[in-house]
């Protein structure tokens, strides 16, 4: 049976994920109370511990390394409900940060791990082939400044002066490796992204300061197919996104509030 496209929606995973934390929530009873003497670490706590050290250290964790993790869960169990029962958490500006921060984290982390149709990634190929292609050749004109301030300046004139530099001043159809090889990964990234102009752009970032770009052609060759290419492109995809889908969740959780503001 085939799906309605907005099952295959980000925000729609999205909603569903929040549903089933809220019936799970709902299914186990009241969360623990902070003040409980009682501290249980299950099977499921220890596997988490053990699933963040593997993503840190690029291993899983020794039987000794995740016993030390589970006693380093228990201490900050122990020292933070002591601290709420001792009503440290009252009028914390600070905390009341973190937690935003780690709520607007897991809103973005269901957003990430929300899967993404062929059709978005066929529209991200389309829209962006020259950071697929593997022969992409580049024209445009750069002035280099020491200073990002003088750089910005200089951005507002017809014609800049730039300062003295051992790059080219001028470059047509140089390939990306060669660009990347002359003015660095930084540079060549962000010439990806400036769209093709008669103006000048920047400042733009290198190894070695400031740059004023104009770009005057940006030329990809043959394109790879997106079944050759997929996790390349979702990849870019979910990078260039993040944000977008991080406010995108936000936006979610706020909609489920009504909100008053006094002027």
Do not use: C, N
């Not at 992204?193 to 043959?222: E, I, N």
């Amino acid at each position: 049976m085939k799906l309605p496209g907005w099952t295959r929606e980000p925000l729609v995973h999205f909603l569903a994920a929040g549903a089933v934390i809220w019936l799970v929530l709902g299914w186990q009873g009241e969360p623990v109370d902070p003040a409980s003497r009682t501290i249980a670490v299950s099977a499921d706590d220890r596997a988490r511990l053990a699933l963040q050290w593997e993503r840190t250290m690029q291993r899983p964790p020794t039987d000794a390394e995740l016993d030390s993790l589970t006693e380093q869960f228990i201490r900050e169990e122990v020292l933070y409900r002591e601290a709420v029962r001792l009503g440290l958490d009252q009028d914390d500006a600070v905390l009341r940060k973190r937690l935003a921060g780690k709520m607007d984290y897991l809103a973005a982390s269901m957003a990430e791990t929300a899967g993404v149709s062929d059709e978005t990634l066929q529209g991200w190929l389309d829209k962006h082939p020259e950071r697929f292609a593997p022969d992409v050749t580049y024209s445009f004109d750069q002035h280099w400044f020491a200073d990002r301030e003088a750089a910005a300046r200089a951005v507002r004139q017809s014609e800049p002066v730039g300062e003295t530099i051992s790059l080219p001043r001028t470059m047509d159809k140089a390939p990306r490796s060669e660009i990347e090889k002359q003015f660095g990964l930084d540079f060549t990234e962000a010439l990806d992204k400036l769209p093709r102009t008669d103006g000048w752009q920047g400042p733009v970032a290198s190894g070695y300061g400031w740059h004023l770009v104009r770009l005057r052609a940006r030329d990809a060759g043959p394109v790879p197919q997106l079944a050759q290419i997929r996790d390349q492109v979702e990849a870019d995809w979910r990078t260039e996104t993040a944000s977008a889908r991080k406010e995108e969740a936000y936006q979610v959780l706020r909609g489920s509030y009504r909100i008053t503001i006094d002027r």
